[in-house]
């Protein structure tokens, strides 16, 4: 069987069954409520539905973002076809009924399986002749006899970024300034199948969530317990816009646990006066010579030493970022207060990307606010042991790959200069930060203007390029700016925590003062923000069993 081939399926209909206009019937239900379950009814609740290994195939695709379809045939001929958002078991389908048209509800019993559909469109029956079997290469298809569903795949359809023509073109363009959010959309999934084929299991949401957060600002922290790939997946985002180490666009600096001040990132001058440069500076001097490329360093273990001794300057330099002409720059890392750092003046460039990783244990130290309120904070607890060999076409060489810095650079520095067009959007998402703000003032865990803007570009960005659902974006932001800044052993927490699982869960107040983490796992189903809702539930078991709730484990 060819595995690269992109897996769709058919499945036959008869309008005389029912006496009902099959297509219309689900379309109108798609019109209404967004989506629609098409029930594979069989002759017995025993016969065959979806098969097992093509229910992971599909599930697998559309996790990646590959456009699924499910093509419908009656007579012999194709009808339509309809983007498949998933394949749902009979207890699914069931749980569904709403989605599912009322005419066959009475033989649900029989319905073995159903398709979830985002959308169903009328197209030209001659696509029949693009058919082919799928794991064979121009197979035929017998759509004439009675097997339901048939599996297919589109001939000359190749859905990945890496291998098709036309995509590595764009792969090759330095014009990213006129870009349509889905060839942004193309290109991360590109990078998602890249780094999924080396043997590490990122969600396309996460990668999305990563390529934002940095959009956003050029910081990021990635947490989690040791052996996540944190660094691997800094390491592999990069070489998938060009950057590695053979160009040095890329640098993994370990940090040190006797790292007490800047001089091993910036400089120093020695007994002889001369000036060494430290690895930052070295880096900085590098983008700085290549400013449409984009450089990462991955800070590898960045709280092995107190990060407000050794990163203090960058910290404060980052926030002086301001617009000059087309370009970003900030204060001069000199900035007049010491002249014998460096030799010459030099900023924090604009196509320079910082990522910090982070484990939380005895030989670690924890952050200061004035880190957290930088950054944003990405935490990689998940793991998939279940997956080993997996499929490796998208590893290529990607030394070739230029990928100018306007895809991954910063949009906003200021609220002002949003869009016209997303103002009324943005009134609406900070209303909802000012919410969430009104809940930590009780405890005086508020935060400034610099953590409602930086949620602010993130779910403008989000917003612009179409990425995540918008729900699931603010659910990232709420777990990954305000969760980190709250910890504590007083009254005052727990009450903090409880109100803000109450919005995770839609403002329905059902966490009691007694028994307020039993009712919290209770109702974790209902959340909008399954993701913040999770974790404040860990939180609320610490102050609970442990006497102190903290983001970090």
Avoid at 85 to 114: F, M, N, Q, T, W
Avoid at 402 to 414: E, G, P, R
Avoid at 466 to 482: G, T
Wanted: glycine letters at 6%.
């Amino acid at each position: 069987m060819n595995n690269n081939q992109v897996m769709h399926i058919i499945l036959k209909y008869n309008n005389n069954v029912y006496a009902v206009d099959t297509i219309n019937k689900h379309r109108s239900i798609i019109e209404t409520k967004g989506k629609v379950v098409w029930g594979i009814i069989k002759p017995s609740e025993n016969s065959p539905g979806v098969a097992k290994d093509k229910v992971i195939k599909i599930k697998d695709q559309i996790s990646n973002n590959i456009e699924t379809w499910a093509f419908f045939v009656t007579g012999g001929k194709v009808r339509a076809k309809g983007k498949i958002a998933d394949i749902l078991s009979k207890e699914e389908v069931s749980d569904k009924i709403y989605l599912v048209p009322e005419y066959y509800h009475k033989d649900l019993d029989r319905c073995v399986s159903g398709v979830l559909l985002e959308d169903i469109t009328l197209i030209d029956s001659d696509i029949i002749n693009k058919f082919e079997r799928y794991g064979t290469e121009g197979g035929s298809v017998a759509v004439g006899n009675q097997t339901n569903p048939l599996y297919i795949s589109l001939i000359d359809d190749n859905q990945s970024f890496y291998k098709n023509e036309k995509s590595k073109e764009l792969v090759s363009n330095k014009q990213w300034e006129n870009l349509k959010p889905h060839e942004i959309k193309e290109y991360l999934n590109g990078v998602s199948q890249y780094i999924n084929s080396v043997g590490f299991i990122y969600e396309f949401n996460d990668l999305c969530n990563f390529y934002l957060s940095l959009k956003t600002k050029p910081f990021v922290i990635l947490a989690g317990i040791s052996g996540t790939g944190k660094s691997r997946l800094t390491r592999l985002f990069a070489e998938a816009l060009g950057a590695n180490t053979t160009n040095e666009r890329f640098r993994m600096i370990s940090v040190k646990p006797d790292w007490n001040d800047s001089a091993d990132l910036f400089g120093y001058k020695n007994i002889t006066d001369k000036f060494i440069k430290g690895v930052l500076t070295e880096a900085i001097e590098d983008a700085l010579k290549n400013i449409n490329l984009p450089y990462f360093i991955c800070l590898d273990e960045m709280n092995l030493a107190r990060v407000e001794y050794y990163f203090s300057e960058y910290l404060s330099l980052i926030e002086s970022r301001r617009r000059h002409g087309n370009f970003i720059v900030s204060d001069s890392i000199n900035n007049g207060e010491n002249p014998s750092r460096i030799e010459n003046k030099i900023y924090i460039p604009e196509n320079l990307y910082i990522v910090g990783t982070v484990n939380m244990d005895d030989t670690t130290f924890g952050f200061s606010r004035k880190v957290l309120d930088r950054a944003n904070t990405l935490e990689f607890n998940d793991v998939n042991l279940n997956k080993l060999f997996l499929e490796n076409e998208y590893l290529e060489d990607k030394g070739d790959i230029v990928i100018h810095n306007d895809f991954i650079k910063s949009t906003y520095l200021s609220p002002q200069e949003i869009e016209e067009e997303y103002r009324e959007y943005s009134i609406t998402v900070n209303n909802r930060i000012a919410e969430i703000n009104e809940i930590l003032k009780k405890g005086k865990r508020h935060f400034g203007y610099r953590v409602r803007e930086e949620i602010l570009y993130y779910m403008v960005e989000n917003k612009k390029l179409s990425l995540l659902d918008e729900n699931v974006a603010f659910d990232y932001q709420l777990s990954q700016k305000i969760l980190p800044l709250i910890n504590g052993s007083q009254v005052i927490v727990k009450d903090i925590l409880v109100d803000l699982f109450n919005i995770c869960i839609g403002n329905k107040v059902v966490v009691s003062e007694v028994d307020y983490l039993e009712d919290a796992f209770k109702n974790l189903d209902n959340a909008i923000y399954k993701k913040s809702a999770s974790k404040i539930i860990e939180m609320l078991r610490g102050y609970k069993y442990d006497g102190f709730a903290t983001f970090w484990f």
